[in-house]
């Protein structure tokens, strides 16, 4: 029976192949340039995605059933915090943008309800402004410059034409009841 020749590599030859390798996978060490990066749990199901998706780079969880839970992306209008329910479409978003920040809350529906805002065009006034189930503005609260103010709006009239305003400026406090475009009752 012929033996078959081995042979041990010697230490240059050795070293030779380790500079080899490790310049060959350095970027290991820096860098993953790539479009997509999924990170996986033991059982092999995606909990995590980082990926960029029309040119916005975005970070998404998963619950262990692979529902998305929470995505938080950033886009030319600004940055956003999606969290969401696993079983409905109910959930919440933090947003920062030109408009400035804001926190929307959805129903199980996934149609926004509730909103807190810092508006910019208010000269930074904090406010709150409720939809119902059909995204109709029904009611808006303010802080403006000289107090604050509610507006209440009827469902019935999605145009903001019938509503009843109640402001408490420097002045005092104001009451104006709207219908179809028209003042029918102010005080003072």
């Given at each position: 029976m012929a033996?078959?020749?081995?042979?041990?590599?010697?230490?240059?030859?050795?070293?030779?192949?380790?500079?080899?390798?490790?310049?060959?996978?350095?970027?290991?060490?820096?860098?993953?340039?790539?479009?997509?990066?999924?990170l996986v749990?033991?059982?092999?199901?995606?909990?995590?995605?980082?990926?960029?998706?029309?040119?916005?780079?975005?970070?998404?969880?998963?619950?262990?059933?692979?529902?998305?839970?929470?995505?938080?992306?950033?886009?030319?209008?600004?940055?956003?915090?999606?969290?969401?329910?696993?079983?409905?479409?109910?959930?919440?978003?933090?947003?920062?943008?030109?408009?400035?920040?804001?926190?929307?809350?959805?129903?199980?529906?996934?149609?926004?309800?509730?909103?807190?805002?810092?508006?910019?065009?208010?000269?930074?006034?904090?406010?709150?402004?409720?939809?119902?189930?059909?995204?109709?503005?029904?009611?808006?609260?303010?802080?403006?410059?000289?107090?604050?103010?509610?507006?209440?709006?009827?469902?019935?009239?999605?145009?903001?034409?019938?509503?009843?305003?109640?402001?408490?400026?420097?002045?005092?406090?104001?009451?104006?009841?709207?219908?179809?475009?028209?003042?029918?009752?102010?005080?003072?």
């Open positions: 033996q078959m020749a081995t042979s041990t590599p010697d230490l240059p030859s050795l070293l030779a192949r380790v500079e080899r390798l490790e310049r060959q996978y350095h970027w290991l060490k820096s860098e993953v340039v790539t479009e997509k990066f999924a749990d033991a059982d092999g199901k995606t909990r995590a995605t980082l990926r960029m998706s029309d040119d916005v780079p975005s970070l998404n969880l998963y619950d262990t059933y692979g529902n998305v839970r929470a995505i938080l992306r950033v886009s030319a209008e600004g940055t956003a915090l999606h969290l969401a329910d696993s079983e409905t479409r109910a959930g919440l978003v933090l947003k920062v943008g030109e408009a400035g920040p804001d926190v929307s809350f959805f129903d199980a529906n996934g149609k926004q309800r509730l909103t807190f805002d810092i508006a910019r065009h208010e000269s930074d006034m904090p406010g709150l402004i409720m939809l119902d189930p059909n995204g109709t503005l029904t009611v808006v609260v303010r802080a403006l410059e000289d107090g604050p103010g509610v507006c209440l709006f009827d469902a019935k009239n999605p145009d903001g034409n019938t509503s009843v305003q109640i402001t408490m400026g420097s002045e005092g406090p104001s009451l104006v009841c709207v219908k179809d475009g028209k003042v029918l009752w102010s005080t003072p």
